[in-house]
């Protein structure tokens, strides 16, 4: 019988898991790829620019902040469901990668609060009186810190996700050449991070290489998650 119940769990938290990957992924993309990235709101190496474009589109970049917020908020009972789908498989193992995930959540949290500090000082101008034009461009260069701890960010995403994808091909939970997948992605995601803080001019050019492949593991695992759950051998009573 209680088997039976940790099975069902199981079950409950694969369909979870898949839900909040497809939701984490959507608001993700649309917070650092639309909002960050192609507009011209962040521009890299040009504090004063960036600060002008955050007064003159303050209300898209609180929208990004907001997704921001809640693709990390997600991410804990994300985790949460991934850990009790992959406990029974090697419970040290899941509990690692539990803990690499909420590190990542947690840095990501304080980056997100420091980007939200200095998009306060610099769209008010009741604040922006009270600095002269190098302050105003030193708080920007906040931002261009807030990339920097994304790198970090990364990292334990790329950890901890190798870890659960490790435990999901061990399983056979799901397809291993998906599970594959998504270990290949995963490392390679380190990779790239540590390239990045060593050679940062080649951040623009592998930013698509890096991220493209762990974001179709993500997707793809939401989509089989939710819709075809998790392959959980039935135990014998």
């Known amino acids: 019988m209680e088997n039976q119940a940790a099975i069902t769990a199981q079950y409950k938290a694969a369909r979870l898991a898949g839900l909040l990957y497809l ?3 959507a608001t993700g993309f649309f917070a650092e790829f639309y909002v960050r990235f192609p507009s011209t709101l962040v521009v890299s190496g040009d504090a004063a620019k960036t600060a002008s474009n955050i007064m003159a589109n303050e209300r898209l970049y609180r929208i990004g902040i907001a997704n921001n917020l809640i693709t990390f908020a997600i991410d804990v009972p994300l985790i949460w469901a991934l850990y009790v789908l992959l406990r029974p498989v090697n419970r040290n193992l899941a509990l690692l990668a539990v803990f690499f995930r909420l590190i990542e959540t947690t840095i990501a949290c304080v ?3 420091n980007y939200y500090v200095a998009m306060q000082f610099i769209s008010d101008a009741d604040h922006l009186k009270a ?3 190098n302050q105003i461009q030193a ?3 906040l931002h261009d810190t807030y990339a920097l701890t994304f790198v970090v960010v990364a990292i334990f995403l790329g950890l901890g996700s190798a870890v659960f994808n490790y435990l999901l091909f061990k399983s056979r939970y799901i397809p ?4 594959a997948w998504g270990i290949f992605s995963s490392f390679l995601l380190l990779i790239s991070q540590f390239a990045i803080v060593i050679f940062p001019e080649v ?3 592998i930013i698509p290489a890096c991220y493209g492949p762990i974001a179709i593991d993500e997707i793809a695992l939401g989509f089989w998650l939710l819709i075809k759950g998790a392959n959980i051998p039935k135990m014998e009573s």
């Open 139 to 141: 708080l920007s260069i």
């Open 23 to 25: 939701i984490a992924m």
């Open 131 to 133: 600095f002269d034009s």
């Open 111 to 113: 980056a997100i609060i």
């Open 203 to 205: 951040e623009k050019t």
């Open 176 to 179: 291993r050449v998906l599970a």
